[in-house]
């Protein structure tokens, strides 16, 4: 059973607007949660995390967001550039990390 | 470049051959990760390592074996090899299992296409 869900497999937004990922979880006692950026060819690489104790943490462009009650995170891009074209994916953090399938944002001019 | 290396990039190889792929962790990351992503799937975890020890394995199946080695870099086996398995192989590396805030460092995986 699929623990992380992105249930948006893609998402076109126009460069400078905002791009929002969504990502639902099933389990109330994960607590620490990630976002990576996956470029064709690369692995992925390391965005932005949250912690349970917080409902949103920013980094530059990049903020998240925490709906703890409703087990739901997002990633608000803003404003999004086309650089930001890449698959996303979100993440719970436990003994491992429990990735979701992804979606893919394509940002175009 | 991330830190963690790798190798091959690009495997090719037929039904019921065995392979091995390679990882070398980020300079001073004790634990290593191995995962699987099939077309248009998620990452699937498959074993972590630390420090040399098996420490958790998820969908990893029998005919997959991993081990790490004291200079820490690990090898991910792969035997009697099936079209299915044909996917994109990631290893990861993490200086401590608690901190849980950061997660991972991902090399740029292996394509394995079985024939």
């Known amino acids: 059973d699929q623990q992380v869900k992105q249930n948006s497999p893609s998402l076109s937004v126009q460069e400078g607007r905002i791009s929002i990922l969504n990502c639902d979880y099933t389990?109330?006692?994960?607590?620490?949660f990630l976002w990576y950026k996956k470029y064709p060819a690369e692995g992925p690489t390391f965005l932005i995390s949250?912690?349970?104790?917080?409902d949103k943490n920013e980094d530059g462009r990049f903020t998240v967001f925490l709906n703890k009650s409703a087990k739901h995170l997002s990633l608000h891009i803003v404003p999004s550039q086309p650089g930001d074209s890449a698959v996303y994916f979100c993440?719970?953090?436990?003994?491992?990390?429990?990735f979701g399938t992804g979606t893919r944002l394509q940002v175009f001019p | 470049d991330s830190g963690v290396t790798q190798t091959p990039k690009h495997l090719i190889t037929a039904t019921g051959q065995r392979v091995t792929l390679r990882c070398s962790p980020r300079?001073?990351?004790?634990?290593v990760y191995w995962y699987q992503q099939s077309l248009d799937q998620g990452l699937q975890f498959l074993i972590h390592?630390?420090?040399?020890?098996?420490?958790a394995k998820g969908n990893i199946l029998e005919r997959f074996s991993a081990q790490q080695f004291p200079d820490l870099h690990s090898e991910l086996n792969l035997s009697s090899l099936e079209l299915g398995d044909s996917a994109l192989y990631f290893c990861?590396?993490?200086?401590?299992?608690?901190?849980?805030?950061?997660?991972?460092?991902f090399g740029s995986g292996t394509r394995l296409t079985v024939v």
């Open positions: 300079s001073g990351d004790l634990s």
């Open positions: 990861a590396s993490s200086v401590d299992v608690r901190d849980r805030a950061f997660g991972y460092t």
């Open positions: 389990n109330s006692m994960f607590d620490y």
């Open positions: 949250i912690s349970s104790i917080k």
């Open positions: 390592y630390y420090n040399g020890e098996e420490r």
């Open positions: 993440a719970v953090n436990t003994d491992k990390l429990i």
